[in-house]
């Protein structure tokens, strides 16, 4: 963390995962990467920060996660794609932060429902987002389309001149 409140974390390897729940693969997954597959809407972070994004999808976040994902499906049926390209991340870190980002989202970002380790998939400002609670600052990550990151970051920093 920085003490700019707005910044882009660039270049993150991130990569798309899709494994039958409670399969073998999975299984061996969760065993390489230190921790089992998480629930709906949370986030497991180690050496690899990973969301939940759907039944049998998830976003793994870190240097050498397609190979490691590899090697643990071995000859199960999985799906690990290389999406390093597909995003770009933007981190607020600010007391404001949730005010920011509640301005241009219709979910709940109250820390009784919405705290450190929980993710959504919804929308920021009309672009189809991912957005993380990384800590209790509060700071959130959020993961955008590439072709959308310009548009994001002028509204984020239009919505952000209010908190100076």
Not at 138 to 154: D, E, I, M
């Amino acid at each position: 963390m920085t003490d700019e409140p707005i910044r882009e974390l660039r270049f993150r390897p991130m990569v798309n995962l899709r494994v039958p729940p409670g399969s073998p693969a999975a299984g061996r997954i969760a065993d390489a990467l230190g921790a089992a597959l998480p629930a709906p809407n949370t986030v497991a972070t180690g050496a690899h920060t990973v969301a939940w994004l759907g039944p049998d999808e998830w976003l793994v976040i870190g240097d050498g996660a397609k190979e490691l994902l590899d090697r643990a499906v071995g000859p199960d049926f999985a799906s690990v794609v290389d999406v390093s390209a597909n995003r770009t991340t933007f981190e607020l870190s600010a007391p404001w932060a949730r005010d920011l980002l509640e301005k241009g989202m219709s979910i709940d970002l109250h820390p009784s429902v919405f705290g450190p380790g929980r993710c959504a998939q919804t929308l920021l400002a009309r672009a189809q987002v991912i957005v993380q609670q990384v800590d209790d600052r509060p700071t959130y990550h959020v993961l955008v389309r590439g072709s959308f990151a310009p548009y994001l970051a002028a509204w984020l920093a239009d919505a952000a001149s209010e908190f100076g």
